[in-house]
């Protein structure tokens, strides 16, 4: 799945984590990486974030999300990803009484997350 915005794509791949450790190397060209979500290789972990500045953004999910774990990792996954984007328009997070910028990170996230929940076709009873 691709997800155009106005400052990057971002790439969302769902599978085994060795079909997604596949991907990076074929797409990133055996670039070094750099992990927004740490390097953990445990593989408890639902998913995770990644990019290499030049390169698109990639989220990668273990499974498509059917419970309320799964959606909090795509929660998780889609603030990372806010912040990378964040980051390259060198923009930083601010919040005091006189100025506060929280909602380019609320809007951003809530676009990237309701864009893939409706990709997925993923209801909510």
Do not use: M
């Amino acid at each position: 799945y691709r997800f155009s915005n106005p400052f990057n794509d971002i790439i969302l791949v769902i599978g085994p984590r060795d079909e997604f450790d596949k991907y990076k190397q074929w797409y990133f060209y055996n670039a070094a990486l750099k992990n927004l979500s740490g390097i953990s290789r445990d593989e408890n972990i639902n998913g995770q974030t990644c990019y290499v500045p030049g390169y698109n953004l990639v989220i990668w999910l273990k499974v498509k999300p059917k419970t309320i774990e799964d959606l909090g990792a795509l929660v998780h996954e889609t603030l990372h990803a806010t912040f990378y984007i964040a980051r390259h328009l060198n923009f930083k997070h601010e919040s005091t009484a006189e100025k506060t910028n929280e909602e380019f990170f609320a809007y951003f996230q809530n676009w990237l997350f309701e864009s893939i929940c409706g990709a997925l076709k993923i209801r909510l009873k």
